[in-house]
T-cell receptor
Framework: DAKTTQPTSMDCAEGRAANLPCNHS???????VYWYRQIHSQGPQYIIH???NNETNEMASLIITEDRKSSTLILPHATLRDTAVYYC???????????????FGKGTLLTVNP | GAVVSQHPSWVICKSGTSVKIECRSL??????MFWYRQFPKQSLMLMAT?????????EQGVEKDKFLINHASLTLSTLTVTSAHPEDSSFYIC??????????FGQGTRLTVV
């Protein structure tokens, strides 16, 4: 079972920041927070990941709360092409453990409107 | 980012026949690959973990004799759906770990069994 909870859907206006929340209250100390997105009929696309510090790359920013029980993915200037299902996943990096696998929940359908 | 290629992108086969899907990591070596299945309007469900040079590990409820996985090299894993039936029609997706931290996904294979 997925260890994260996300809203089912969100809307965002084009050009605005999209803030996607994720709760992972049972996250373990060795688990990272990963974000992927899936555009219809395509494989998931990696966005960003982090352990406890906030992270930023060319696609997005990841804000992780100090207690690590929740995080927010920020798309600073959403475009129509950002419409997709966004998945928040927790994963440990030591292979062999059951939490090494990427387990997908239902994700958030983000719709960017013109 | 790293590239994972799946082939074919889509396939239609007759009921009772077998279909092989290839997953290749094009610019990195992957000791571990994962196979997922996704039904319409649902999330990705992990089927099995493919380990180079050893037997795959299947998730509960996935028939290992029906979904044959071979990971013969560090850049190639194959999934063979044997004696396919219409209920096996789905979107099959693979992922490969680009160490140390990122997993990249193939574009997916749409299987239709008629």
């Amino acid at each position: 079972d997925a260890k994260t909870t996300q809203p089912t859907s969100m809307d965002c206006a084009e050009g605005r920041a999209a803030n996607l929340p994720c709760n992972h209250s049972t996250i373990s100390g060795n688990e990272y927070v990963y974000w992927y997105r899936q555009i219809h009929s395509q494989g998931p696309q990696y966005i960003i990941h982090g352990l406890k510090n906030n992270e930023t790359n060319e696609m997005a920013s990841l804000i992780i709360t100090e207690d690590r029980k929740s995080s927010t993915l920020i798309l600073p200037h959403a475009t129509l092409r950002d419409t997709a299902v966004y998945y928040c996943i927790v994963r440990a990096l030591n292979s062999g453990g059951s939490n090494y696998k990427l387990t997908f929940g239902k994700g958030t359908l983000l719709t960017v409107n013109p | 980012g790293a590239v994972v290629s799946q082939h074919p992108s889509w396939v239609i086969c007759k009921s009772g026949t077998s279909v092989k899907i290839e997953c290749r990591s094009l610019d990195f070596q992957a000791t571990t690959m994962f196979w997922y299945r996704q039904f319409p309007k649902q999330s990705l469900m992990l089927m099995a973990t493919s380990n180079e040079g050893s037997k795959a590990t299947y998730e509960q409820g996935v028939e290992k004799d029906k979904f044959l996985i071979n990971h013969a090299s560090l850049t190639l894993s194959t999934l063979t759906v044997t004696s396919a039936h219409p209920e096996d029609s789905s979107f099959y997706i693979c992922s490969a770990d680009s160490m140390p931290t990122e997993a990249f996904f193939g574009q997916g294979t749409r299987l239709t069994v008629v």
